[in-house]
Every structure is written in structure tokens, then in C-alpha cells.
């Protein structure tokens, strides 16, 4: 979680450093309706900044979700991650780039995904498509969480200490690959369009692998404002017992950048 919150905190101080020009910011929050190991509605929070150079580019961005019903709360999540690309604009750009993830809701007690990888720009026209392939060596930490989620003094929900066997079973390091398609398009001046899709499966075993992918259209209101709608699907093939293998979310909401 201290990891987590450092994420935060670092795009909130290189956030004070925004006005010089290879640099921006945004701001989100948004209205979402979650399936799969949460059933409900719930608000999001997320921001983001990013330095846009020829020769290395950087990106630090977090999320926060949270839930309730009848004064009883049923989804809390923090995430953030780093990336930095090396000559992005060129045909290949290498990349580095880490994850952390808290979902116990989502049977996740803590994630950390560190990747190491080259990306492919298939077709590019400046400010108007980017159509990309990315491989990587991912090493992913995840430890789960076993049981019914409790909400410590923290605010944060904590592990009951069920299925101790299992949880030394199924967390712990593991090597995966990283497969990834992307596109970045604009429909009209307005309207842009952006989609994701990772493909991460173990190397060990390729049975055990994940999946997800994210489509978004934004749409400009004035200059600084936007109407966000995304639709994201997350899925993992061995999950604990209790938890489905997916979490699917739709989100509305207003995002600022600057």
C-alpha cells in the first residue's frame, strides 16, 4: 500500500512542474458499474501525468475506487503505475514499466507487475492514428487474498487468514510474457478513440495467464474538458476459490487536462 501511495504522490509533485510545455496532466472521476467479483455501482477517482519527448518519455498515473450500499462499504481499490519509453516516436521504442495493484474485493491482497519490453509502431499519422504491438518479460507479484473481505481501522479491506495452504500455493512471483495491441484514434475533432488489449501468459505454464482490455472514447468539451466513456474487461484464468476469473467495468465521467 506505502508503495502505491508513493505513486501518488510522485505524479502529484511532477504535476507541480506541468507548465513547462513537454508536460501535461489530467484529472478524472467517474460513475461506474462493476460485474463479476464486485456487483454494484461505484465512483471512481483517477489521475495521471505525462512527459512528452522524442527521446524519453514518461508517464505516472493511479486510480482509487470506492463503494458502498446501506452505509456498508463493498468495493475499495487503489492502483498506480510508472512507465518510461525510450524514442517513442521512432518505428521501435523500448520500454520499462511497473504496476501496483489493492483489490481485496477483487481477491487481490497486493500486486506488482515490473515489465521490461520493445514496442512496434505498425502505422502512425501524428495527431490524428497510432496503431502499436508491444512484447515483454513481465515479473508479476501477486499476493492474494482468500476469504470474505473486512475493513480495517486503515480503511482498507484485510485478510480474515483463511486457506493459509492456498494462498502459499497460488501467490508469489511468477514470469510471465506480455503481448499488447494498441490503438490511439481520432474520429473527428472532437472525438477520439482508444483501445488496449494485453495478452500475459506464465511461462511455466501456459494455462495460467491473464487478459485485458480497455476501449475508451473521449470527447472534447473545451479545451480542458472531456466526456469520458470506457468499457474495461480483466481476466485472470486461476483465480482463489470464491472469486470469478473476470471483473468487467463500465465508467462515465469528466475528465480535465491541462
Not at 496503431?131 to 486503515?154: N, P, Q, R, W
Not at 502459499?168 to 473527428?188: E, P, Y
Not at 477520439?192 to 487478459?211: A, E
Not at 473545451?222 to 476469473?245: H, I, Q, R, W
Request: aromatic share 14%; hydrophobic share 40%; proline share 2%.
Amino acid at each position: 500500500m506505502r508503495k502505491v501511495l508513493a505513486i501518488i504522490l510522485l505524479v502529484a509533485c511532477v504535476g507541480s512542474v506541468s507548465a513547462q510545455k513537454k508536460w501535461s496532466w489530467n484529472f478524472g472521476a467517474n460513475g461506474t458499474l462493476n460485474s463479476g467479483n464486485v456487483e454494484n455501482m461505484n465512483f471512481s477517482h483517477n489521475g495521471g501525468v505525462d512527459r512528452n519527448d522524442s527521446l524519453l518519455a514518461f508517464s505516472a498515473n493511479y486510480k482509487f475506487v470506492y463503494g458502498e450500499q446501506d452505509k456498508v462499504t463493498n468495493n475499495l481499490g487503489l492502483s498506480g503505475g510508472v512507465q518510461f519509453d525510450v524514442w517513442q516516436y521512432d518505428r521501435w521504442s523500448p520500454f520499462v514499466s511497473d504496476m501496483l495493484e489493492r483489490n481485496t474485493y477483487k481477491g487481490i491482497d497486493f500486486k506488482n507487475a515490473f515489465l521490461f519490453g520493445v514496442k512496434y509502431r505498425i502505422i502512425t499519422k501524428p495527431g490524428v492514428y497510432d496503431y502499436s504491438i508491444s512484447g515483454a518479460l513481465v515479473g508479476d507479484y501477486t499476493d492474494y487474498h482468500f476469504g470474505l473481505a473486512t475493513v480495517s481501522d486503515e480503511g482498507f479491506a484485510g485478510v480474515d487468514g483463511l486457506n493459509n495452504n492456498l494462498n502459499d500455493t497460488l501467490s508469489g512471483w511468477k514470469a510471465r510474457v506480455s503481448l499488447r495491441f494498441k490503438v490511439k484514434q481520432k474520429i473527428t475533432d472532437a472525438v477520439s478513440l482508444k483501445h488496449t488489449t494485453f495478452y500475459q501468459p506464465n511461462l511455466v505454464d501456459f494455462s495460467d495467464y491473464l487478459v485485458n482490455s480497455v476501449t475508451s472514447i473521449d470527447t472534447k468539451l473545451n479545451k480542458n474538458l472531456s466526456l469520458n466513456l470506457s468499457f474495461a474487461y480483466d481476466y485472470k484464468s486461476v483465480v482463489p476459490a470464491g472469486k470469478e476469473n473476470y471483473d468487467i467495468v463500465t465508467s462515465v465521467g469528466l475528465k480535465l487536462a491541462f
